[in-house]
C-alpha cells in the first residue's frame, strides 16, 4: 500500500498549478493606476485581448468608457441650461432704453448691458466691448455660435477701437443687446445695418 502523501502528490501540484494560473490572471485584470490618478478620465482604456477574462475586461471598459460619455453629456446639459438661464434673464431687460454708461434698469449701453446680465451668473466682465472681446474663446464662424456666446460689432460709430459694440448670441442666427434707438432688443445677424459690421463671436461658457 503506497504512503498517502504519494497517493495525494499528483492533485496538490494539480492545486498549486491552478492558484498560480489564478494569481497570474488577476494581476492582468487589475487596472495598473498611479497614485496620483483622481479622475476617471485619467485611467486608460486598453485594448488587450489576451486576457485570462476577456468577458470580464471588455465588460469593464464599456462600462467606463459610459461612465465618461455620461460625464460629458451631464457637463454639456448644464451648460445649455446656463446659457438658456442667461438668456431668459437678458430678456428680462427687453425695452430698457440705451445710454452711453448705463449699468442700471434706468438704461442700459450694450456693454453694460452684457456685463449686468453675465454678473448674475458669477461671470465677471469688464464694461467695455473691445475690452469683452479678449474673454473666452474665439469663434470665428457665425454657423458655430452656440447659444450664450457673445457676439462683436465694428464701426457702429466713430472711435479708434476696432470693436464697438456687443451682444449675446440666443440661437437662430438672433442676437440680444442694446441698440441707440430701441434699447435693449432682439436683432437678426442677417439684418442689413449689423450684418456687414459683424467681427466675430466668444465663448464665455465652456
Known sequence: MKPYYKTNLPILFLLMAICHIMTFCSRRFQPQLSQQTNN????????KTDSCFPG????AREKLQDIRSLTASKASDTLKTLADKIIMTARNYLGIPHCMGGITTQCLDCSGFVMIVFEEFGIDLPH???EQSKQGKLIKEKNDLMKGD?????????TSRYITHSGVYIGDNRFIHTSVGKGVTITSLDDTWWKGKYAFGTRILN
Open 150 to 158: 457673445l457676439v462683436f460689432f465694428h464701426g457702429t460709430y466713430k
Open 40 to 47: 476617471i478620465h485619467d485611467i486608460p482604456i486598453t485594448d
Open 56 to 59: 470580464i475586461e471588455t465588460h
Open 128 to 130: 467695455n466691448a473691445q
